[in-house]
């Protein structure tokens, strides 16, 4: 099912314009891991899942797509996991820490929410990372947000930086922060060279 609606996505919203690609080569090529990405529309989701492909990605979704059986069908399918937005359990760090064990991709929008401002990161995806001793692909994207967007015909762009890997010999606490501080720098960097090459 989710390599069918890859493909079927990608057929769908190349009609309105095909993404351009970046740094897909500082994916890793083995090993579970997370990948950040800038958040500021339902669009860049499914264009961030079709850019790896086909590598899987797994998704955090709000538990009320889960509450109907069609849709709680279809989200398991598309490996979304439910997440309770407005208070998060264990589940929300454990199900993603596991799957990165398992050697499978977890994508996170460390904004907590859609948005085009500069807003502070949430910890999740570092928390996430730290816990399951996996780096982190800083991602950046730059397009169409939403069904009038894609009638306007914006193009889409993508780009991967390099993975972020923990400093393992700081506390904690200071790893954590290093990696925020890090990961907040990247994404930055990444969505400015988007933005002047588009």
Known sequence: MYNFAARLLNI?????????????????????????CTHTGWVDILWLGISVFPTKLHFMAKKEL???????????????FPVNRENPGPSAIKIPRNLIKEGKVVGIFPSG???????????GAVTIANLANAPIVPAAYIGPNNFKDLFKRKK?????????????????????NQMMH????????LQTELREHT
Do not use: C, H
Request: a positive charge.
């Open 113 to 123: 929410t859609r948005t085009t401002e500069d807003v502070p990161l949430k910890r």
């Open 182 to 189: 890090e990961l907040e720098g990247k994404m930055k960097v």
């Open 12 to 36: 769908i919203l190349s009609m309105f314009g095909r993404i351009k690609v970046n740094g897909k080569e500082n994916l890793p090529k083995s090993d579970g891991y997370v990948i950040a």
């Open 156 to 176: 889409p762009s993508i780009i991967f930086g390099e993975p972020i890997y923990m400093e393992k010999d700081l506390p904690k606490k200071e790893r954590i």
């Open 66 to 80: 889960f509450e109907t059986a069609f849709t709680k069908w279809l989200m398991e399918q598309l490996n979304a």
